[in-house]
């Protein structure tokens, strides 16, 4: 590889946001649904599916492991 094409790939990548901004960028934005209270923010604050997922029977990466229920029966 030549220096020019590594300039090259490095000119590329100072353009576009990575690793820390990229989180920071990700986070507030779910921050700011959140704070104007849409329906996207609730479901983030909520810890469920944001896109539309059914969440009666799956969902449980979101929604973490499963709670049992004392004394329900199958």
Known sequence: MTSDQEDAIRRELDGLKLEGDLRREVSLNIKRLMEIGSYRGM???????TRGQNTKNN???????????AG???
Do not use: F, N, Q
């Open 43 to 49: 479901r983030h604050r909520r810890g469920l599916p």
């Open 59 to 69: 969902a449980r990466t979101r929604k973490g492991p499963a709670k049992s229920i």
């Open 72 to 74: 329900k029966k199958k």
